[in-house]
Nanobody, 118 residues
Framework: QVQLVESGGGLVQAGGSLRLSCAAS????????MGWFCQAPGKEREFVAQ????????YYSDSVKGRFTISRDNTKNTVYLQMNSLKPEDTAVYYCAAAVLGDAFNYWGRGTQVTVSS
């Protein structure tokens, strides 16, 4: 059973930074894609970034490109999302997700709240 546990959310002023963590357990993740998604109040969940566990390929939504960085630590089975230059519109619940390479994301964490004040 894959388990994903997010941490690191909180309240930050616009222009500030946060680093989210996602601790993954239950599988060997070498052939998994790990992703971050966000959902703001009244909006649908949307893609933020992803990384292939066994490689260095990363992809970002246009709205976060240049401000957020996704990375992973294979020794700790942990994926990170470094969020810089935060904007009020980044306010959302951020979810960690996992998928077998080539499949849709089907494993989800419970989310961590990020609130950016203006």
């Amino acid at each position: 059973q894959v388990q994903l546990v997010e941490s690191g959310g909180g309240l930050v002023q616009a222009g500030g930074s946060l680093r989210l963590s996602c601790a993954a357990s239950g599988r060997t993740f070498s052939n998994y894609v790990m992703g971050w998604f966000c959902q703001a109040p009244g909006k649908e969940r949307e893609f933020v970034a992803q990384i292939i566990w066994s490689g260095r390929d990363t992809y970002y939504s246009d709205s976060v490109k240049g401000r957020f960085t996704i990375s992973r630590d294979n020794t700790k089975n942990t994926v990170y999302l470094q969020m810089n230059s935060l904007k009020p519109e980044d306010t959302a619940v951020y979810y960690c997700a996992a998928a077998v390479l080539g499949d849709a994301f089907n494993y989800w964490g419970r989310g961590t709240q990020v609130t950016v004040s203006s």
